[in-house]
């Protein structure tokens, strides 16, 4: 945490928070708004994933993932011609970005392994002894913070060698991925208790293999992502198996996958078909990971099923494009996650169509019939993709609490949620999400019962965006990334975070927007 000596000796932003400090009472809350409480048992942290701060990318023994080859070889796919060589330099100042986690105050920091950073071919004939220490270090070093590590295995850098091979298409991959993940639970399971498998497979296989928005941009719109999507999930009940049989009598570990979704909010809720086209886009985007998982009955959710297999028909295909699970991977993948792990960022609304003139055919957008739009009143700051509506969240959690009834018993851990903007120290716009989001998960928890037990903010610090290179930041921290060093600053919104996390609640005058300085109005 810092101390008020620590913050006066910085810049005159650091000044006013230290008057905010010294003015600390009671939390003061908007009008109309409840002054709730996080719950004793609900853990805050914040998360990052390995390519997007780690750097090192030919150092220490590491070998090629498929984003250091995509964009080594197409240089000019990201908006601003970047990579992530060098990103936030992570692998050099990894112990600074403990003392950064230290002083937000939360108990539990999200990153992921680089795969070819311990196995630099991908497979277990190699185990490259550097990368290991790195890791083994670093956890190490958090744990004796009092920091937990909850770690994903695979946060998108698929090795160089298996994507030559198809990546995630390819369904043999999945042996390797589980001879990798033995190998972490081997090495790290001593340390790391909570496990992710395959991070936000609907984002990794719609932009990935389904567009060519993510690397490696394979544009199989209407089949690669939906092999993607399968294997994905295999792939994660494989690990899941694997982990309860090996290892979790001895490390009494958890594992889970993260999904991520935007809230589809009905285009006009008295319409039937409105509130139908919303659901159906919940379903095919969030139901088809989550469904097999958490659902009593498991497999895709019947609609997911029908409308792939029918547009499947319809188009000439004697197979449906969506694979089919045999009955022991139904079996293997129900109930193949100890809590439900979920990112959020955005909202959209939905109204139905059948089809749109810019739905690639075949695609999941077309399989899925339904127009995307959003409400003029929801506020889309800076990326092309976030708009706010923070009541969105609220609704989302409520959505997968009355679905899966096994949320009763096993919480659901908000494992990202975070805002874009153009970068700056003073971010008052992120401070506004972030209360305004978090407040929302309190009216989850408090008005509606919902099982929510954590909450990781995206992101520790400024990173590498992907597709988005440098331009957008998500940090917590500003990382400059013109000097060698990286320097690393606290914004705003981290003194607003370690407020929440020490006070256990939202104090929304905690940070104060200066006079004239217009909000970007969240509703
Ligand atoms: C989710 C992804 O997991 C993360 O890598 C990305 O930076 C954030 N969304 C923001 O786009």
Avoid at 431 to 439: C, K
Avoid at 461 to 473: L, P, Q, R, S, T
Wanted: hydrophobic content about 35%; glycine content about 6%.
């Amino acid at each position: 945490m810092w101390s008020s000596s620590a913050v006066a000796r910085n810049t005159a932003v650091l000044l006013t928070i230290s008057l905010l400090q010294l003015a600390r009472g009671s939390p003061v809350v908007k009008s109309g708004v409840i002054n709730y409480s996080f719950p004793d048992d609900f853990i805050f942290g914040v998360s990052t994933a390995a390519y997007q701060i780690e750097g090192g990318w030919n150092e220490g023994g590491k070998g090629e993932s498929m984003w250091d080859t995509f964009l080594h070889e197409h240089p000019t796919f990201t908006v601003d011609h970047s990579n992530g060589d060098v990103a936030a330099d992570s692998y050099h100042h990894y112990m600074e970005d403990i003392e950064m986690i230290k002083k937000l105050g939360v108990q539990s920091y999200r990153m992921s392994i680089s795969w070819t950073r311990i196995l630099p071919n991908g497979t277990d004939n190699n185990i490259n002894q550097e990368g290991v220490k790195y890791y083994r270090t670093l956890f190490e070093e958090l744990v004796k913070a009092n920091i937990t590590p909850v770690v994903t295995l695979y946060h998108w850098d698929m090795p160089t060698p298996f994507m030559k091979l198809g990546g995630w298409t390819n369904a043999k991959v999945i042996d390797y991925f589980e001879d990798y993940a033995r190998v972490a639970f081997r090495l790290y399971g001593d340390l790391v208790k909570m496990w992710l498998t395959v991070n936000e497979p609907h984002e990794g296989c719609l932009s990935g293999y389904g567009q060519a928005t993510l690397a490696p941009a394979m544009n199989s719109h209407g089949l690669g992502i939906y092999l993607c999507t399968h294997n994905n999930l295999l792939a994660h009940a494989r690990v899941y198996r694997m982990y309860e049989k090996e290892f979790k009598p001895l490390q009494k570990g958890k594992v889970s996958l993260p999904f991520e979704s935007a809230w589809a909010e009905p285009h006009d809720p008295n319409k039937a078909d409105d509130v139908e086209a919303a659901e159906n886009y919940l379903q095919m985007h969030l139901g088809m990971f989550a469904h097999p998982i958490f659902s009593e009955e498991g497999d895709y959710p019947r609609v997911v099923r029908e409308k792939i297999d029918n547009m499947s028909r319809l188009q000439g295909y004697s197979r449906s494009r969506l694979p089919y699970f045999t009955d022991e991977e139904v079996k293997a993948l129900r109930g193949s996650a100890d809590f439900f792990s979920l990112n959020h960022y955005t909202a959209l609304s939905n109204t139905p169509s059948a089809m749109e003139s810019y739905f690639k055919v075949p695609s999941l957008h077309q399989d899925t019939g339904v127009r995307i739009l959003v409400y003029p009143s929801w506020p889309k700051p800076f990326i092309r993709w976030q708009y706010l509506y923070p009541q969105g969240f609220r609704k989302l959690v409520n959505w997968l609490q009355n679905k899966y009834k096994i949320l009763k018993e096993i919480p659901i851990i908000i494992t990202e949620n975070g805002f874009a903007d153009f970068g700056g120290i003073e971010d008052y716009d992120r401070v506004d999400y972030y209360n305004d989001f978090l407040y929302q998960l309190l009216l989850a928890i408090h008005e509606d019962g919902c099982n929510v037990k954590g909450y990781f903010a995206w992101s520790l610090m400024d990173d590498f965006e992907w597709i988005d290179g440098y331009k957008h930041k998500f940090g917590l921290y500003s990382v400059d990334f013109n000097s060698p060093n990286r320097t690393r600053t606290p914004k705003l919104s981290a003194y607003n975070y370690a407020n929440i996390v020490r006070t256990r609640r939202i104090d929304f005058d905690y940070i104060k927007r200066p006079e004239g300085l217009n909000t970007i109005a969240l509703k």
